[in-house]
């Protein structure tokens, strides 16, 4: 936060350049980094934490692309703060929140843990493309 909002203050068309760039530049690595937890959840459950705990192995990948998301947020909401632009932020919670109570309950009375990392992946999901329309001018 404090980086982005001293070039923001310094210049506005600097400040959109530099989060244009982290952003081009993490997401790949987060592509990358996600899809590896995903092809590797079963051999990495199985080594870390042994075979019995195989049924945890599409939580998982359900979860890793959630940080998928989860990582986009974390590159995007100190921008949206530090450019004096904090309601979205709020916004974009609240909307993550109202999915969440929404989908937790059914889809964990349906699926149990598996129905939860979707609600979680789901309401990141919503999240994430909620606050890049949102923000996008100021990106992009």
Do not use: C, D
Request: proline residues 6%; hydrophobic residues 60%.
């Amino acid at each position: 936060y404090p980086n982005f909002a001293h070039r923001y203050r310094t210049s506005p068309a600097e400040a959109k350049a530099y989060v244009r760039r982290v952003v081009l530049l993490i997401t790949p690595v987060l592509v990358v980094v996600s899809s590896l937890l995903v092809v590797l959840a079963p051999w990495l459950i199985s080594t870390f934490i042994g075979p019995q705990w195989s049924a945890a192995v599409p939580i998982l990948k359900i979860l890793a692309v959630a940080m998928l998301f989860g990582g986009l947020m974390a590159l995007i909401v100190p921008y949206v703060r530090a450019i004096g632009q904090p309601h979205l932020v709020t916004k974009t919670a609240a909307l993550q929140l109202s999915i969440m109570t929404l989908l937790a309950p059914l889809l964990i009375w349906k699926f149990g843990a598996l129905g939860m990392a979707w609600a979680t992946t789901s309401a990141l999901f919503a999240a994430v493309v909620y606050l890049f329309l949102r923000a996008k001018s100021h990106i992009f």
